[in-house]
Structure formats: C-alpha cells, structure tokens
C-alpha cells in the first residue's frame, strides 16, 4: 500500500508578498513510480467513466488564467473562464478530482458547513441571506452543468431527507416557514411515522424533505467538466504538482517538476491538499479527514431498512450521511471526522458498527470498499475566496459542504477575474487567518468531541421520553 500523502511539500513556498523565486525540486509522492496517483480505491473509481492520464506540464504555457488543483472549485472556475473565452490550463498534482471532489457522498444542497445564523454572526444578517442564496445558485450551477455537459449517464437522483435524532418538530417547523420566507426554498415537514415508514430505524424521529437537492456521481462529475474544459480550447494537466511560483510580476508563473505556466492571473484552489507551497493558505486550513463505505450487493437487505432513494443525512454536526447507490443494490454511507489525516487501519470497521447503530438488520453485510478524503476547514467554517493581492485568488475551505459552494465559488471567482461582477467580496469577511496550527487542530478535535458528547445526551434523553 503507498503511504498516503498529504500535501505538495514543494522547493520553496511561493512570494505570497514579496518576489522569492522558489527553487524546484520533485516532492514526494505515492511510490507507483509515475508523476502522478492512482485514484484512490472507492466506489467512485471503480464505477469512474474511463479517461487516459493527461500529460504533465512540459516546457512553457502562457495563458490568461492559471488555476492550481483539479478539484470542483478549480475545475468549475476553469469551465466558467473557457466559456467566456478566454485561455485556461489547470495544473492538478494527481489526477482529475483526485482529492475530495472525486470521493465524497455526492450530496448537493444548498447551505454552507455552518449554519446561516453562525454566517449571520459573522458578516450580518444581509451579508448572511445574500451568502445563503449563492449557496442556492451553486446547486443550480451544478445542475445547468449536468445539462449542458450531457448526454451523460450521471443521473441526479432528487431528493434529500435531513433527520433528527432527536424529536424536535418545532424546531423543523420553523426551519421550514424561514426558508420558505426568506430564500422562497420550498422544504416539506416529515412527522416521525413517516419517517419511521421510510427508514427503519429507532433512531430517527421527524424530517425535513428538500425535494430539490439531489445526490450523483461527483467523480464522474469532475471528469465531465474537464472534457468540457478541453472542449473550449482549456489546457489540463495531471501529475504536475505546482511547487514553486513568482506571484510579483504583472505576468504570474507557476512552477512544476516538468515546466511552467505563465499568467496574468493565477488562481489557488487547492482545498484539504494544500501544502507549504503556499504557506498562507496553508496556515488558514485545518485539513480534516471525513470517511465512506460502500457495502456489498444486498439489495434485499438494504430494501428492507431502507425504502426511499435519497440522500438521507442526520442532524448530529458530523452525523451520518448515505444513500443508496448502483441502482440501489448497494449502500454508500459516510459520517465520522477526525484530524488525524493518516488512514486508520480499522476505518471499514468503524463506519460499519456506525451504519449497524443506526440499522441492526445490517450486521453482517459485506463491505466492498472504504475510503477517507481531506476537507478544508478555516476556522470561522465559511469559504475563503478573494485575492491575496491582485491578480492572485484563492477558492478554497470548503469543508464538508463543497459541492454546491465550489461552484459558486469557481463562479465567483471567474466573475471576478472577468471583471463582470464583484461578488466574491461577498466572502470578505471571511479571512484567509491562521487558524492556529497544532493548536487549532487539537480545538476543533475538542469541538468535534464536544458536539459527539451534546448529541448523544440529547438523543439519550429523547430515546427514554418514547
Ligand atoms: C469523504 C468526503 C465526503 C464529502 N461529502 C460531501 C457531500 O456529500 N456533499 C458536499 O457538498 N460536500 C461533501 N464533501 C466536501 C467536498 O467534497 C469538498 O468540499 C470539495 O470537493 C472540495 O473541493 P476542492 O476543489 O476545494 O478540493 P479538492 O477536491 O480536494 O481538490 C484540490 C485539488 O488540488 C490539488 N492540489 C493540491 N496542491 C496542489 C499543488 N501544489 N499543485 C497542483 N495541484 C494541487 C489536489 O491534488 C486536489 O486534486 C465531502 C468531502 C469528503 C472528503
């Protein structure tokens, strides 16, 4: 097994503010003797539409934008620059959705990885409603990109149900008269027979069912906008891991092993991956590890716990999520967070005794493939999107709700360097910082600690009312 490595060590971090020209060198990676990874074993590279590794970067490019990292944000920036014609190349380390784009549940919805009255705290109430409804455009971005990407065979399945573990009805009640109220979302109120009628398990109490998110193939996903990229004349890169860059100049130049990209503008969209390459981004993010499993084929079994064919999640913070996959013959079920970022040797078993809580009539059932991904967590939990200086973005934090924030992101970020809207200040407040190193690491794994201790109180005292 190659040892899993985390970040891009590279020759020399880049000039963030100040004309250090970095010293080349090759960082280490996976020992498969190439430029690049294999995809890491999941159920999305075994089921990934088949693509040829693409060169990595030999000698010079100039181009007008350069985006560092082939996951969703960067790939959704890139299609955005390319239909607005003008020149591209995105230099990815690995391959195509490599890192958490191409691994994670699949799930799109609106929202952030914190909750709009956190975002409120932070930026305001306005601030809070205007973020919220990007966050609503990403999901249709992803959606119009399915569309116009196609013919596809990457179905979006509709529907998401989010459980309590607890019964609190009026608390789903007001969720749901707000987001019809303030956003015109429309959600739907699941009582606990309902529920119980769809999902059987006694762990799970009322819902609220978002008829218009969906969950899909994210690998698949990402593949598709990078034919799609290339379609519009975008230049890709695998296996060419961005290791040193002079950020000074009016023209950028970004580094690799192989050769260099030149460009007016440069882009870091680098998510959990993020190395010392760019120290400041990488000092702003705590990179946090999340884990999935996909069980063998049991369709019966599965079926008889679970009867519907949506993107089911709970509310605990780092809770459950899955759904049902392969046609529903087989279960995909993530959940569990940890700072520790080298794989766990028992990760199978421990989201297998999770999933078997949740659903006894699982025990037993066989697990095809288990698999972890980096998240990008600042510490105010928000995106951070912006220009380090001008010329210089970054897209990037996205924690544990990127799929629909990636693409408005990428959006944002597009617009920006098009210069056809400021809306990326929109994410102002929320600073590239340090978030605190070692520190903030072994805090967030004490949150973390702390909300798993608040959540099982509340379940326990709910389980003894009945
Ligand atoms: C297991 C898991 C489950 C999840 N489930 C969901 C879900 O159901 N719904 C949801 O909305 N979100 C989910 N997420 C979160 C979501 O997947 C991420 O927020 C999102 O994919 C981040 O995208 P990204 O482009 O920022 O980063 P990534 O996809 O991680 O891409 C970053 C890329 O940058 C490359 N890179 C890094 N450094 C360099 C360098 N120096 N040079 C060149 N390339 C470099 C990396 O190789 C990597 O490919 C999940 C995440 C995980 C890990």
New binding site residues.
């Given amino acids: 097994m190659p040892r899993l490595r985390q970040?891009?060590p590279?020759g020399a971090p880049c000039a963030w503010h100040g004309a250090r020209p970095g010293r080349v060198q090759r960082p280490v990676l996976f020992d498969y003797g190439e430029g690049m990874s294999a995809y890491v074993d999941s159920f999305y590279s075994r089921t990934r539409r088949p693509t040829a590794p693409r060169a990595a970067l030999h000698g010079s490019v100039a181009v007008d934008v350069a985006i560092?990292?082939?996951?969703?944000?960067?790939?959704t920036a890139a299609i955005e620059i390319a239909r607005a014609g003008r020149s591209v190349a995105v230099?990815?380390?690995?391959r195509i959705?490599?890192?958490?784009?191409?691994?994670?549940?699949?799930?799109?919805?609106p929202g952030y990885a914190t909750s709009l009255s956190h975002i409120a705290l932070m930026a305001g109430r306005d601030a809070a409603h205007e973020l919220y409804r990007l966050s609503i455009e990403g999901v249709r971005i992803v959606e119009e990109n399915l569309a116009a990407l196609g013919p596809t065979d990457n179905v979006a399945t509709y529907g998401k149900l989010s459980v309590l573990r607890y019964s609190d009805a009026p608390a789903l009640l007001v969720r749901q008269e707000m987001m019809a109220r303030d956003f015109g979302y429309a959600l739907e109120f699941r009582d606990r027979a309902q529920v119980r009628g769809m999902l059987r398990s006694k762990k799970y109490y009322e819902a609220l069912f978002d008829p218009q998110a969906f969950h899909f193939h994210?690998l698949n996903y990402a593949v598709d906008l990078a034919a799609g990229i290339e379609a519009l004349g975008g230049r890709i890169f695998e296996g060419?891991?961005?290791?040193a860059c002079d950020l000074d100049g009016a023209t950028k130049v970004l580094r690799?092993p192989g050769g260099e990209v030149r460009a007016r503008d440069v882009v870091f969209?680098?998510?959990?991956?993020?190395?010392s390459?760019t120290p400041q981004l990488r000092g702003a993010m705590l990179p946090i590890?999340?884990?999935?499993l996909v069980t063998e084929v049991a369709p019966q079994r599965i079926a008889e716990v679970i009867g519907v064919p949506y993107a089911i999640s709970d509310n605990r913070r780092a809770g459950d999520?899955y759904r049902l996959v392969d046609g529903g013959r087989r279960l995909l079920w993530?959940g569990r967070i940890t700072t520790r970022t080298s794989e766990p040797a028992r990760l199978a078993e421990q989201l297998r005794a999770t999933m078997v809580s949740t659903y006894p009539e699982l025990a037993g059932i066989g697990i095809d493939a288990a698999w972890?991904?980096?998240?990008?967590y600042a510490r105010h939990l928000m995106p951070m999107i912006g220009q380090a200086k001008p010329n210089v973005w970054h897209?990037?934090g996205?924690?544990?709700?990127?799929?629909?924030?990636?693409a408005i992101g990428g959006r944002v970020v597009a617009e920006g360097i098009l210069g056809t809207s400021d809306r990326y200040r929109l994410y102002a407040p929320f600073g590239v910082n340090w978030a605190g190193g070692p520190f903030g690491v072994a805090a967030a794994q004490m949150t973390y600690w702390t909300y798993q201790a608040m959540d099982f109180v509340r379940e326990f005292r709910s389980a003894r009312a009945g």
């Fill in positions: 970040t891009f590279g560092v990292g082939g996951g969703l944000a960067g790939l230099i990815e380390a690995e959705g490599w890192g958490a784009s191409g691994r994670n549940g699949g799930f799109v919805g994210p060419a891991p961005v290791v690799t969209a680098t998510g959990g991956y993020t190395g390459v590890a999340t884990y999935v999520y993530g972890s991904g980096l998240m990008s897209c990037f996205f924690g544990g709700h990127g799929l629909n924030t990636t």
